[in-house]
């Protein structure tokens, strides 16, 4: 797990900023679930043979003798706290946005922590297709309200409980003949969690996918339909995007509609964004494992397997952590969103420090923003702080002033001093502050 130093705050800042702009008009509300949850929840929702809880999860044992997990994913708690708050008499559809540190017992590297943040949107209760689509536009918009126009929508249906046996079958049957193939992970999947075969990084399983059958020849007639109308939304909204049949989301739930924002790197693919024709591409693989961006679908099962009543939703989670590293990538200036000091207060010798409290106070009361270095002692390097942050004044508190109940103000760029009586002081800033 990583530390996040000052420097590196207003990344943050700026996507948590852009994101509540963005969604708070799409009229989603803010929630926040707690970061521990008993281990019970991911089981029943992530699924007992998904990576996360195969090998991901981070599990607590409370004195009580309670098995607790760090989240890590933030569907799972946003589904419980709606069930456990009966949010299902709101007006439909409840739409809820978090954002928040995530946990995964995951390997280390770039673009992958032990911690990372996720900022998630969920549509509950609406199946329609418009929402599925709404949710994609919104990702795509954020991105682009980032300056991340490097990204594509990868999308793929996964068909639901009428249509989903048969596609496994032949998923079945068709990876049977090519055991010997798979790496030893994927030899256990096909037993325990066939489509994420798929979905495997290993390069002969890759390979071995690329012939795999594909869910949308599968989809029963609703679900075609269902997804048809999706790419259709899509069209008219101008959002370009990639069919990948070879799509499948690393938790169980998902049902019909998966996606992935990955980013558009030709050497990892040869796509055109543009609808049609399923193209030739890796979700996850070669070199983009670690690329994938925004990534969610729809969860039609998940409201029921949590204990609610049958309530279909979709949604999608950002990895923060990526977004900074795109961000940095390309040398996006991003403002740091703090407000340029004006006033820099020098204090010298014991008297004046002990003074030099109340006075800095006051000028954050008055709105004026100032700054000081109270250890400081030496005048010089005072007036250096105060000539590197560029603040228009200088205020001198020294010894004698501090006696006299006065201080020094000087105008920085042309070094003009006068003395003014310090209970004057911060009206004579405005004054001049208004006069700018
Ligand atoms: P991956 O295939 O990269 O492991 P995932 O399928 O496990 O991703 P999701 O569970 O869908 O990821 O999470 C949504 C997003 O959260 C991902 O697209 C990614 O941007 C981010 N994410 C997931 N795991 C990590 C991690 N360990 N470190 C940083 N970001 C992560
Ligand atoms: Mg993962």
Request: charge should be negative; glycine fraction near 10%.
């Given at each position: 797990m990583r530390d996040i130093l000052p420097e590196d705050q207003k990344y943050f800042r700026h996507i948590l900023k852009k994101s509540d702009q963005l969604l708070d008009y799409y009229g989603f509300e803010r929630i926040d679930t707690p970061m521990v949850e008993s281990v019970d929840l991911f089981l029943r929702s992530a699924g007992e043979t998904s990576d996360i809880m195969e090998k991901e999860i981070y599990t607590i044992k409370t004195k009580g003798g309670d098995a607790l997990a760090?989240?890590?994913?933030g569907t799972a708690g946003v589904v419980r706290a709606y069930i456990e708050n009966g949010m299902n008499v709101r007006p439909h559809p409840v739409k809820l946005s978090y954002w928040g540190p995530m946990f995964r017992h995951d390997q280390p590297q770039h673009g992958r922590y032990r911690q990372f943040y996720q900022l998630g949107a969920e549509t509950i209760g609406d199946s329609s297709e418009a929402v599925d689509a709404e949710l994609i536009f919104l990702g795509h918009k954020l991105l682009d309200m980032l300056g991340l126009d490097n990204y594509n929508v990868h999308i793929n249906s996964l068909g639901d409980s009428s249509c989903r046996p048969g596609y496994i079958k032949a998923l079945k049957d068709y990876y049977k003949l090519r055991s010997r193939k798979l790496c030893f992970n994927c030899k256990n999947r096909l037993k325990t969690n066939i489509l994420r075969l798929l979905d495997c990084k290993e390069a002969d399983c890759a390979e071995v996918a690329k012939e795999a059958p594909q869910t949308v020849d599968f989809l029963d007639d609703e679900c075609k339909s269902h997804f048809k109308h999706i790419l259709e939304f899509l069209d008219e909204a101008k959002v370009p995007y990639i069919l990948n049949p070879r799509l499948v989301r690393?938790?169980?739930?998902?049902?019909r509609t998966v996606f992935e924002f990955l980013p558009d790197d030709p050497s990892t693919h040869s796509t055109k964004p543009q609808g049609g024709e399923p193209v030739e591409s890796t979700s996850s693989g070669q070199g983009g494992s670690q690329s994938a961006v925004i990534a969610g679908g729809r969860y039609d099962k998940l409201i029921e397997m949590l204990g609610g009543s049958k309530t279909p939703a979709a949604g999608w989670a950002m990895g923060i952590d990526r977004i900074v590293l795109a961000l940095k990538e390309k040398n996006a200036n991003i403002p740091d969103g703090l407000s340029k000091p004006k006033v820099f207060l020098v204090q010298l010798g014991e008297g004046a420090k002990r003074k030099s409290i109340n006075l800095y106070e006051s000028f954050r009361k008055a709105g004026i923003e100032a700054k000081s270095s109270i250890g400081r002692d030496s005048i010089k390097s005072q007036l250096r702080i105060a000539n590197r942050l560029g603040v228009r004044f200088a205020l001198i508190f020294g010894q004698k002033e501090a006696l006299d109940g006065t201080i020094i103000l000087r105008e920085m760029d042309t070094g003009v001093q006068e003395t003014i009586p310090l209970e004057k002081i911060v009206d004579e800033i405005k004054k001049r502050l208004k006069k700018e």
């Open positions: 760090l989240r890590p994913e690393g938790l169980d739930y998902y049902t």
